[in-house]
């Protein structure tokens, strides 16, 4: 079953820049480590739904950045490079890209799978609320991306497994809110459980919703 989880950002300048939410998903890491999982799973979002062994590499030259990670040709997509970053050397279990636009009930069933595969399983999921929060932002200005990011933010802080199996995948596409598919397979990985949540984290500095988080059963 589900244990703990994490939830970071998929966002590259999490790795080189952004020491205060860097810092804070550090934090959410360790303590889902410190839950001791048998079973470390990463979860994030990518064009296509795609499993990978936990020793996959990835690289961020692509955006500019030369870091790698892992062993092998580069073969994980943005959101699993950057967990794997964060892991700091901690290899996980298995690493899973789930496509952006994944169905609701895709994503929970993967989640319910993932959350099955050990006694004690814990997820590193990436993802990224709105990127439509301000007239700076990457996706069109929006007024309903506020609340949208809002409502994630409080599910992630109070470990509220039900709003995020409630998020609506088309209005989540309309908000540019990528890391809606992650955060549905972290519901379908807790089931009706109750985890405590506590929000490490939340801004929006280029206008696209950022947060850490931890959750403990």
Same mark, same amino acid.
């Given at each position: 079953?589900? $244990?703990?989880? *994490? $939830?970071? @950002?998929? %966002? ?11 810092? +804070? ?5 360790? /303590? ?16 296509? %739904?795609? /499993? ?26 943005? /959101? ?11 290899? @996980? +279990? ?8 994944? %169905?609701? &009930? ?6 319910? /799978? ?6 004690? $399983? ?8 709105? +990127? ?29 497994? &039900?709003?995020? #199996?409630?998020?609506? *995948? =088309?209005? =989540? ?8 598919? =992650? ?5 379908? #990985?807790?089931?009706?459980?109750? !985890? ?5 984290? =939340? ?6 919703? !950022? ?7």
């Amino acid at each position: 079953m589900l $244990v703990a989880a *994490a $939830v970071c @950002p998929s %966002t590259p300048l999490v790795v080189l820049g952004m020491p205060e939410l860097r810092s +804070a998903c550090r934090s959410a890491i360790a /303590s889902v480590l410190e839950a001791r999982p048998d079973t470390l799973i990463v979860v994030g979002g990518a064009e296509a %739904t795609r /499993s990978y062994e936990g020793s996959a590499a990835g690289t961020l030259r692509p955006w500019g950045l030369d870091r790698a990670v892992g062993r092998g040709e580069p073969v994980l997509p943005l /959101s699993l490079t950057v967990a794997r970053l964060l892991l700091s050397g901690e290899e @996980p +279990a298995s690493l899973h890209a789930v496509a952006f636009d994944a %169905t609701t &009930a895709g994503c929970l069933a993967l989640g319910e /799978s993932l959350g099955g595969s050990g006694e004690r $399983v814990a997820l590193l999921v990436m993802a990224d609320g709105s +990127a439509c929060l301000s007239p700076r932002a990457p996706g069109k200005h929006d007024e309903a991306a506020g609340p949208y990011n809002e409502m994630i933010v409080k599910a992630v802080g109070g470990g509220d497994a &039900a709003v995020l #199996a409630a998020l609506d *995948a =088309a209005q =989540a596409d309309r908000l540019w809110v990528s890391g809606r598919a =992650a955060l549905q397979v972290l519901a379908g #990985a807790a089931g009706g459980r109750a !985890y405590r949540g506590r929000l490490l984290a =939340a801004a929006a500095p280029y206008g696209v919703g !950022y947060l850490a988080g931890a959750w403990l059963a």
